[in-house]
């Protein structure tokens, strides 16, 4: 079974910092996905990011980017130039890759501030 | 695209109780998930559905919990009797494919008392 793991129960940044949230997961597959999820206080679950593991490239979207390491199963997540708007729960996720519907495994979740 | 469109988003009841969640998946994916998440346990697959069809329940906590995927459009989620230990946030999910991760609803916050 995979299992995915979030050192960092809380963090607190000022705003315009950059910001790194760790990731680790353990599994025996070779091909799968990550994502990286934001809930803020609405409760609303939004998708980040995403980076297939076959991939070497790590993928960024605008002001945020992981850094994929395959062999040290770590998948970190860096929120550059931070917003107030950024003051969420973060969850990391896996996913293999199978044919068909797969379930999504989430972290504990890192609760990110950002501070005036 | 109106999302995922879950409904009620609060309900609060009392023990023993029946309840039912509805989820509205976006057209034209294929597969629909429900999670629950608490603040011991995080977010939990209770069970997913692709092409209507169940495929993965072992996440159900026990035969209290019952769910159905009627047609493409509908998902329901029924608690019968319910209890305070129920008391949580529900998610429904749906997905068009693997890659492209899962859409979230808004969820709906559960209420035993």
């Known amino acids: 079974a995979q299992t995915v793991t979030q050192s960092q129960p809380e963090m607190s940044v000022q705003e315009a910092e950059t910001v790194t949230l760790s990731c680790t997961y353990d599994?025996?597959?070779?091909?799968?996905?990550l994502f990286w999820y934001k809930q803020p206080p609405s409760r609303q679950m939004i998708l980040v990011i995403r980076?297939?593991?076959?991939?070497?490239q790590n993928a960024t979207e605008n002001r945020f980017s992981v850094n994929f390491q395959k062999a040290a199963k770590s998948f970190s997540l860096k929120i550059s130039d931070s917003q107030l708007g950024d003051t969420a729960m973060y969850f990391c996720?896996?996913?293999?890759?199978?044919?068909?519907?797969?379930?999504?495994?989430f972290g504990q979740g890192t609760r990110l501030t950002i501070n005036p | 695209d109106a999302g995922v469109i879950q409904s009620p988003r609060h309900e609060v009841t009392e023990m023993g109780q029946e309840v039912t969640l509805r989820c509205k998946p976006i057209?034209?994916?294929?597969?629909l998930f429900w999670y629950r998440q608490t603040m011991m346990r995080g977010l939990e697959l209770l069970i997913y559905f692709n092409n209507n069809v169940p495929i993965d329940d072992s996440g159900m906590p026990e035969d209290r919990f019952s769910a159905k995927m009627p047609n493409a459009s509908f998902s329901t989620l029924k608690i019968q009797p319910s209890e305070p230990r129920d008391s949580a946030v529900y998610f429904c999910a749906s997905s068009p494919g693997t890659i492209y991760g899962y859409t979230f609803g808004s969820g709906t916050r559960l209420t035993v008392v």
């Open positions: 057209s034209g994916h294929n597969s």
């Open positions: 599994t025996s597959e070779s091909n799968y996905y």
């Open positions: 980076q297939e593991a076959y991939k070497q």
């Open positions: 996720a896996f996913m293999k890759h199978a044919w068909g519907a797969q379930k999504l495994v």
